[in-house]
């Protein structure tokens, strides 16, 4: 079973500043990766698949980079509503199976 | 749009079995698995499983291999998770969801069922 780690557990940011948040893999995922977003008492919404690709009507200020083991999450300038959990999830092809990590809390500094 | 609805809250005790229903529109139910996912008050998120719609193939995630159930109903664009002999440990909301068309980021989400454990 992959198991994977984000770190860290809770990161506080100034509105404004860049967030930077790292999802790392017990074995190679290739590039088989999202990242999530989560708000209290929502949904988690897709940010982004294919460890680098943005989902529909996501700001251009989430990226993603990384592949293999090592991923990250960057939020070029933090808006008052970027400030919720993320989380990494691997997805492997076939069989259908997906992991997920145990979350980032973004809080504001 | 593409919508998936779910059934509403569920109070069971333990040892009973719960049944969660989610209704799909917007889209072609037989097209694109649906996945469970499970998350505990203030805790992260817990894959369960997938089903294929077409098919009715799953796939279980080890940790509820023997107390989850997976079907549909194709008629009525509907799927189903079923989880036998709950635990005070099981009590979390249970969503369903399903990939963006083309990625397996799952992209959409139901709202989300509130089961609760309690004797």
């Known amino acids: 079973e992959i198991v994977m780690t984000q770190s860290p557990a809770t990161l506080s940011v100034s509105p404004g500043e860049r967030a930077t948040l790292s999802c790392r893999a017990s074995?190679?995922?290739?590039?088989?990766l999202a990242w999530y977003q989560q708000k209290p008492g929502q949904a988690p919404r897709l940010l982004i698949y294919g460890a680098s690709t943005r989902a529909t009507g996501i700001p251009a200020r989430f990226s993603g980079s990384g592949s293999g083991t090592e991923f990250t999450l960057t939020i070029s300038s933090l808006q008052s509503e970027d400030f919720a959990v993320y989380y990494c999830?691997?997805?492997?092809?076939?069989?259908?199976?997906?992991?997920f990590g145990q979350g980032t809390k973004l809080e504001i500094k | 749009q593409v919508q998936l609805v779910q059934s509403g809250a569920e109070v069971k005790k333990p040892g009973a079995s719960v049944k969660v229903s989610c209704k799909a529109s917007g889209y072609t139910f037989t097209s694109y698995d649906i996945n469970w996912v499970r998350q505990a008050t203030g805790q992260g998120l817990e894959w369960m499983g997938w089903m294929n719609p077409n098919s009715g193939n799953t796939g279980y995630a080890q940790k509820f291999q023997g107390r989850v159930t997976m079907t549909r109903n194709t008629s009525i664009s509907t799927a189903y998770m079923e989880l036998s002999s709950l635990r005070s440990e099981d009590t979390a909301v249970y969503y369903c969801?399903?990939?963006?068309?083309?990625?397996?980021?799952?992209?959409?989400w139901g709202q989300g069922t509130l089961v609760t454990v309690s004797s």
């Open positions: 969801a399903r990939a963006v068309a083309g990625t397996r980021g799952v992209g959409y």
């Open positions: 074995q190679s995922v290739s590039s088989n």
């Open positions: 999830q691997q997805y492997n092809n076939w069989p259908p199976e997906y992991t």
